[in-house]
């Protein structure tokens, strides 16, 4: 017997045929997978973050806060309820206000600004107003309520599952 072993003509498989080399190239292969899933959801979302106009919004600060000190001198104060995508709206003034027959609600989400919706509401009588959501709505949403000229503003954060109305009351502050 000679000390060197041979290979049988049987035992030499082509290289593909091993199951070491395709382990070996799994993890490299599942990284450019990844890589490609994570670019194509980087471009599909949009996560509404960041504004292109932030130096315009920040000077339209004052503007807004005047709105709400309108609100206050009006002494505005709504209740916001809402019946699966419906919404009503109960608004009443300590000082006889006059109130428009259509007022915009906007719900805006904290942190997707897709998802964002702005419900026109139409006057019921006796202050009472109903609209429509495009969309259900659910966790924590940031509501504004205006006048269609603009004049005033009328806003707070809503727990959309906790189920009670929404109390928005003017804060003068200054």
């Known amino acids: 017997m000679s000390a ?9 498989q ?3 045929k091993e199951p070491w080399p395709w382990i070996l190239m799994a993890g490299p292969g599942i990284v ?4 490609f899933v994570t670019a194509w959801l980087a471009v599909v979302s949009n996560d509404g973050l ?3 106009d ?6 339209g600060i004052n503007q807004r806060l005047q709105r709400d ?4 001198a009006m002494g505005l104060h709504a209740d ?29 989400h904290p942190t997707q600004a897709g998802q964002d919706q702005l419900v026109k509401m139409t006057s019921e009588g006796q202050g009472f107003y109903g609209g429509q959501m495009a969309l259900e709505i659910t966790g924590r949403w940031v509501v504004s309520l205006e006048d269609p000229a603009g004049n005033w503003r009328l806003q707070g954060e809503w727990l959309a ?6 109390r928005l009351v003017a804060k003068a502050e200054k």
């Open 54 to 59: 932030y130096y315009k919004q920040g000077l």
């Open 32 to 35: 450019v997978v990844a890589g």
């Open 69 to 72: 000190h309108q609100a206050a």
């Open 80 to 108: 916001v309820m809402r019946s699966g995508q419906q919404l009503r709206l109960l608004i009443g003034s300590t000082k006889d206000a006059r109130l428009p027959e259509v007022i915009s609600l906007k719900l805006a």
């Open 50 to 52: 960041v504004v292109d």
């Open 14 to 16: 082509p290289w593909y």
């Open 4 to 12: 060197t072993m041979t290979l049988k003509s049987s035992d030499k």
């Open 161 to 166: 599952d906790s189920g009670e109305a929404l």
